[in-house]
Each structure stands twice: as structure tokens, then as C-alpha cells.
């Protein structure tokens, strides 16, 4: 059964500080995947999206990286921020298709 | 700015009644999707359209139906809701065929929050 897990479920740091999400696969023949930001209350925000063949994508102060062999990819966020405050999902396409496969997300929580 | 609207927000409705959850796309994307989220769990999938005409249910099994008359509008229907049927229903929606647009991510709306009494 493919599945996706992240951990931790929920990370509270300071303002300032840099921290790592995880997440992992257990099936790696992925197509791409993608992370996501979700606020209460609201809809996913996508923020990169990993194809199966690249190592990482950044983007301002995120960075995502992707080891197929191991199954599991990194989320990075440097300098945090009380506005990065949110659940941050990860999610994986199997196909062409797009059709998802999400993890239970990790709440976090940055303290000012 | 939202380019995937949902509508309502927020629903609170008596068992028994009929239902339609709607959403549209401004962005011409062939693929949508539905999605059920239960709070703290993560999302799953419930129906998708790769275009016109083109409905499937996804990997959770759900009495909700679909429909895809227009490229731009999914809406999702229940025909008799139950309290199980309480939760959160987000809609997103992607680029066409193609290997290149395949790797574009899904743009979602803001969702519609249900509640069955």
C-alpha cells in the first residue's frame, strides 16, 4: 500500500531559527512530489514541487529535498518566521495523472 | 488572489437533505479533484475528471457524486446527507495531458466546511 508519512506531527521553535520537516514514502517509484502549506480554515497553498528526476528545489527560504532511494524527502525553512505558522503537508503522484497522495501534515508554530 | 472558488464556506444542514457543493476554475485546467479532510487527518481523495465528461472515484469510497459538464465547473452532490458526511471537502483542479503539465502543481480553493445535524 503506498502511504506517506511526516513527522514531527506538530514542532513549536523560536523566531529565527531553522528547522527541518520530514517526510516519507513507502513506495519510490514516485512521479513528483509536492509540499504544501495549509492555514486554518483555509484551502493548500502549494509551495515546490519536486519531479521525480531533480534532488531539490528552493524557493526564498524553502527548500525541498527529495531521496527516492530512502523514500523520504526534507522541507527546509531558514529564518522562520511568526507568518510561517500553518500545517505544512507533503504529497506524492504516482502517475501522469496528478492524483495525490498526502501525509497527515506537520503543525507548526513559531513563537515571536 | 483565487483562481478555484468554492461555494459555501460553511454549510450546517438537517439529515435527509440534497446537497451540492460547488466549484469553478478560471484557469482552464482540464484535471479537478475533490478531496475529503477530516480535522487533523489528511486529505483523500474522492472523485476526479480529467475533462468533459470524465468522472472517476478516488481512493476513498464516498456516496457523493460528480459531474463535469464544463471545463470549468466540478460541482459534488449528496443526494441524502448523513452525519457521516460532516467534514471538510476541498476542490483543486491542474493542468492538462502531457508530461510537462503534469508536473504543475494543484491549485486548490479555500474549501467548504460541512456539518450535518
Known amino acids: 500500500k503506498q502511504e506517506v508519512t511526516q513527522i514531527p506531527a506538530a514542532l513549536s521553535v523560536p523566531e529565527g531559527e531553522n528547522l527541518v520537516l520530514n517526510c516519507s514514502f513507502t513506495?519510490?517509484?514516485?512521479?513528483?512530489l509536492q509540499w504544501f502549506r495549509q492555514d486554518p480554515g483555509k484551502g493548500l497553498t502549494s509551495l515546490l514541487l519536486?519531479?521525480?528526476?531533480?534532488r531539490e528545489q528552493t524557493s526564498g527560504r524553502l527548500n525541498a529535498s527529495l531521496d527516492k532511494s530512502s523514500g523520504r524527502s526534507t522541507l527546509y525553512i531558514a529564518a522562520s518566521q511568526p507568518g510561517d505558522s500553518a500545517t505544512y503537508l507533503c504529497?506524492?503522484?504516482?502517475?501522469?495523472?496528478?492524483?495525490?497522495?498526502f501525509g497527515q501534515g506537520t503543525e507548526l508554530s513559531v513563537k515571536p | 488572489e483565487a483562481d478555484i472558488y468554492q461555494t459555501p464556506r460553511y454549510l450546517v444542514i438537517g439529515t435527509g437533505k440534497k446537497i451540492t457543493l460547488e466549484c469553478s476554475q478560471t484557469?482552464?485546467?482540464?484535471?479537478m479533484y475533490w478531496y475529503q479532510q477530516d480535522p487533523g487527518m489528511e486529505l483523500h481523495l474522492i472523485h476526479y475528471?480529467?475533462?468533459?465528461?470524465?468522472?472517476e472515484k478516488g481512493d476513498l469510497s464516498s456516496e457523493s457524486t460528480v459531474s463535469r459538464i464544463r471545463t470549468e465547473h466540478f460541482p459534488l452532490t449528496l443526494e441524502s446527507a448523513r452525519p457521516s458526511h460532516t467534514s471538510q471537502y476541498l476542490c483543486?483542479?491542474?493542468?492538462?495531458?502531457?508530461?510537462?503539465?503534469?508536473?504543475?502543481?494543484?491549485?486548490f480553493g479555500d474549501g467548504t466546511r460541512l456539518s450535518i445535524l
Open positions: 504529497a506524492v503522484a504516482y502517475n501522469q495523472g496528478g492524483k495525490l497522495i
Open positions: 483543486a483542479s491542474s493542468p492538462g495531458t502531457g508530461s510537462r503539465s503534469s508536473n504543475q502543481p494543484q491549485h
Open positions: 513506495d519510490s517509484a514516485i512521479y513528483n
Open positions: 519536486i519531479q521525480s528526476s531533480q
Open positions: 475528471s480529467y475533462g468533459v465528461n470524465s468522472t
Open positions: 484557469m482552464g485546467h482540464d484535471k
